[in-house]
């Protein structure tokens, strides 16, 4: 490879560097107390099968390809189940969801991010989901991360949240407790997907480099 275009690829480089987009995004910070549901807890008579929490759409800069979801600060022991976890763009406002029809807070894009089942024991500190990416724009409407659970036993977890009033940044409705809608939530961190682009030029370099590194010495002409 040419030294011209070993030069070209250190600029494209660095300019994907200058422009990649940030790592994780945490929503919820500072998180003022620790909350046991979807993860646990459950108040005797509630149906503990569905919890919903939106995000409101300013707390992205930007679009997002979300590739990974958790929640940090876990102790406690885990609730059993299977979590179905979804995401979707809904037109719901924040504190303003429906707590009798969770199926009217999705949005159309509604699809299934990832599908786990949780077998009990210690709680991670950071508890995480990996599944297939969704494609987020902010300036299309909130954040809904839908959670359907099946064959729910009780834990004593709790993780990080930012409980009271979380100023509009971030709402929930559920059936695990009396009060099916609070103002606030878990703190949560979401993934994005890697920057193809820049994996593959930095992937040419090393290739190039390692080129050059092997290539055998030319011989001078007497």
Avoid: K
Avoid at 65 to 73: D, E, K, N, V, Y
Avoid at 137 to 160: H, K, Q
Avoid at 162 to 169: F, L, M
Avoid at 176 to 187: I, P
Wanted: charged share 10%; with cysteine; aromatic share 12%.
């Amino acid at each position: 490879m040419t030294s011209g275009i070993r030069w070209t690829l250190w600029l494209v480089f660095l300019t994907f560097m200058n422009d990649a987009p940030a790592q994780a995004l945490t929503i919820g910070l500072p998180a003022s107390d620790t909350n046991r549901y979807p993860f646990s807890g459950c108040i005797f008579g509630q149906a503990c099968n569905h919890y919903q929490q939106v995000y409101d759409q300013d707390e992205f800069p930007g679009p997002i390809t979300i590739t990974g979801i958790s929640f940090q600060g876990g102790t406690g022991v885990l609730a059993s189940g299977t979590y179905s976890l979804s995401l979707s763009t809904t037109q719901a406002p924040v504190d303003a969801l429906d707590t009798t029809d969770f199926g009217s807070n999705l949005g159309a894009d509604n699809s299934v991010f990832s599908v786990r089942v949780l077998t009990g024991g210690l709680a991670p500190s950071v508890l995480s989901f990996f599944g297939t990416p969704f494609h987020y724009d902010p300036s299309d409407g909130n954040l809904l991360l839908d959670i359907a659970v099946t064959g729910f036993v009780e834990g004593t977890a709790t993780y990080l949240a930012h409980n009271g009033s979380a100023a509009g940044v971030f709402s929930r409705a559920h059936n695990f407790g009396t009060f099916g809608y609070e103002g606030y939530g878990l703190v949560t961190t979401f993934v994005p997907e890697p920057d193809v682009p820049l994996l593959l030029i930095a992937t040419l370099l090393g290739a190039s480099a390692r080129r050059t590194n092997l290539s055998p010495p030319r011989r001078r002409v007497a």
